[in-house]
């Protein structure tokens, strides 16, 4: 073949470096974009945070990139407005004008208090008070140090007893008497080693009485019977009535499965919404969550040094700093605007509740907005709405559908929702199966097979019809 040039016309996408910033910042959490933003406060002296910035939600920029502040403050609920709405944009408008005070006012924080002591300082606190010889405290120091956050003695005393130093020269039947002082500390049922001693521990330092020596037995000989719900069979082997089963199945239900828990540090994580909806004048309406938005802006002294020094090397800085936060501004407006279109399509769950969530797919929003299914995806991925029901994931609006026989759509949020009102509203004694529940569904006119529901059922964590009967 001979050599020759050909001309071929081609196009393709050229990703600037703002538009690959503005992709990157979209798809970040609000966590992760603070610690991005910290580091490009770092890196670059033009950028600075601006303490006394009012709300900077949907404000326009100013000629030199930085967001100015807003005019419009959010509005105190008006007359017109319902006592309901009244008390939610209240306490709305209260965190607002409050930075920080959202988890203060939300119904949904609670109070959680790490723990002030560990189980080890608490039992150590114990075991000074004994009066035991030194090796003895010793022995059962070393099985303290020996327990897991719940309280359980998970390593065999043999293996125990093998790993200590040999010039120790410890048994393990010195270790088993060193056992026997530690399941005397507070809280009881320490040091057991399973659920079984566990909760004998506890009913054997209660009063004897006939319901206790039942739940006693039922422990020791019976307690996967009990677990599995087969009373009938419990009742044949214990020679019990339904009345004395039941104050033994209570009083083993009221026992503590993990006591050393109580003394565990918590991994608390707590989320911060990017937008707050609120009920005004009847209309659900989206707002930035104030405490998440970046408040940004560009170093004044660095700008007229800059201005009066044309070569300075500062100019390329003084670019990126105003694409930060063009762009930090950008992915906010983008949030809103998804997030209002997701409020006004799930506007009777806000409403009505879970039962009312109607089936929706990030298409529907790309094309309503104009937007392209990943952008829809990249904005609801790790991002939060604080709603009057609830902190929920943009994501949580989004769900297949189930055909109705009236040729409609339900959606799955809906169904499993229906399944928890079935299930919480069920005669213990005769609890509904998945079939009998997909039986009842069918008659609302929501066609849903029995695997389906049993799939929705354990996604709930709601145990099987024979776990959740009772006597």
Partial sequence: MKPSLQLKLSQHLALTPQLQQSIRLLQLSTVELEHELERYLLDNPLLERAEDYALAANAPTTGDGEIAPRSDAPAEPSESASPDEESWLGEEAAYLRQPGSFDEDDDDYHDVQAASISLREHLLSQLGLMTLSG????????????????????????????????????????????????????????????????????????????????????????????????????????????????????????????????????DIRYIMPDVVVRKLRGQWTVNINSDAFPRLKINSLYAQILARQRGSGLAGQLQEARWLIRNVQQRFDTILRVAQAIVDRQRQFLDHGDVAMRPLVLREIAETLGLHESTISRVTTQKYMATPRGIFELKYFFGSHVSTEAGGAC?????????????????????????????????????????????YREALNIPPVNLRKSI
């Fill in 135 to 266: 090796r003895d405290q010793v022995l059962v120091g070393c099985l303290i140090d020996a327990l897991d956050d719940d309280g359980y003695l998970t390593q065999a005393l043999d293996e125990l007893a093998e790993s200590m130093p040999a010039e120790l020269d410890i048994a393990a039947e010195e270790l088993q008497i060193a056992l026997i002082h530690l399941q005397h500390l507070d809280p009881t049922g320490i040091g057991a080693r399973g659920l079984q001693e566990c909760l004998a521990l506890q009913l054997q330092a209660l009063a004897p009485d006939a319901t206790r020596n039942l739940a006693l037995e039922i422990v020791h000989k019976h307690l996967e019977l009990l677990g599995n719900h087969d009373f009938q069979k419990l009742k044949r082997l214990t020679g019990c009535d339904d009345e004395a089963l039941r104050a033994a199945h209570l009083l083993i239900c009221s026992l503590n499965p993990r006591p050393g828990a109580q003394y565990s540090t918590a």
């Fill in 411 to 455: 959606s799955a949020t809906a169904i499993r929702a229906l399944i928890k009102q079935l299930i919480s509203a069920e005669e213990p004694t005769k609890p509904l199966s998945d079939s009998q529940i997909s039986e009842v569904l069918g008659q609302q006119g929501i066609v849903v097979a029995r695997r389906t529901i049993a799939k």
